[in-house]
């Protein structure tokens, strides 16, 4: 099945400053491919997404890139605030069955220092 | 805007007992999705459901879990003999399927479920 991985675990910046993640998955017949944002005990939320017919998407201060090729994509946050403190995982899915159901990597936690 | 709504948000229960968390989906959507998160852990998927059936399971979802829609509006994850391991945070979430194709899943709150 598919596998996504996702670096770095922890990841402190300060205010202002970029923030990129890192997600890899493992089948190339995923073509879905959405981040999300999780506060502490809260559901997680949808913050962007991407289908791989696309490379690039952006909305504001958040971007996601994708390489198919090399089966790898990237969130990036731009002028990173304090509220952007939280937990991001990075998920896919459309490699198998018509459940589309998806695989997640295992988080990163975001620190934005004041 | 519509959201996914899940009871109870907290389930105490004991080993061995069984147990049932409860979502309402989002009103016009068709794919229903249970997933878990152990503390500290990643999202796993558990199971779908389309269609009054299931459509994809996980590893995870063995002899002890169910789902049912039992209504129009509810969706249902039954364990029936609780494990200690099963303590974890369970998400409800569901897909549109329109004329075209939809991929966004949305979540529900959660359902924190302690076994002892």
């Known amino acids: 099945g598919e596998n996504v991985e996702q670096h770095p675990s922890t990841l402190s910046v300060q205010e202002g400053d970029s923030a990129v993640i890192k997600c890899t998955y493992s089948?190339?017949?995923?073509?879905?491919f959405p981040w999300y944002k999780q506060e502490l005990g809260k559901r997680p939320q949808l913050i962007i997404d991407?289908?791989?017919?696309?490379g690039e998407k952006k909305d504001q201060r958040i971007a996601v890139t994708l390489n198919k090729t090399a089966k790898h994509f990237s969130l990036h946050i731009t002028e990173t605030q304090p509220e952007d403190s939280a937990v991001y995982f990075c998920?896919?899915?459309?490699?198998?069955?018509?459940?589309?159901?998806?695989?997640f990597g295992s988080g990163t936690q975001l620190t934005v220092l004041p | 805007e519509p959201e996914v709504t899940q009871t109870p948000s907290h389930q105490v229960t004991q080993m061995g007992q069984e147990v049932i968390l409860r979502c309402v989906p989002i009103?016009?959507?068709?794919?229903f999705y249970w997933y878990r998160q152990i503390l500290g852990q990643k999202v796993e998927f558990l199971v779908s459901?389309?269609?009054?059936?299931?459509?994809?399971k996980s590893e995870i979802f063995d002899d002890q879990f169910s789902v049912e829609r039992p209504d129009g509006s509810n969706f249902t994850l039954k364990i029936r003999s609780t494990k200690l391991e099963d303590s974890a945070m369970y998400f409800c979430?569901?897909?549109?399927?329109?004329?075209?194709?939809?991929?966004?899943?949305?979540f529900g709150p959660g359902t924190r479920l302690t076994v002892l």
């Open positions: 009103s016009n959507h068709l794919y």
């Open positions: 089948d190339s017949a995923s073509n879905y």
């Open positions: 998920a896919a899915s459309g490699a198998s069955g018509s459940a589309r159901q998806l695989t």
């Open positions: 979430a569901s897909r549109v399927r329109a004329s075209g194709f939809t991929d966004t899943q949305y």
């Open positions: 991407i289908r791989s017919n696309v």
């Open positions: 459901f389309y269609n009054n059936e299931i459509s994809e």
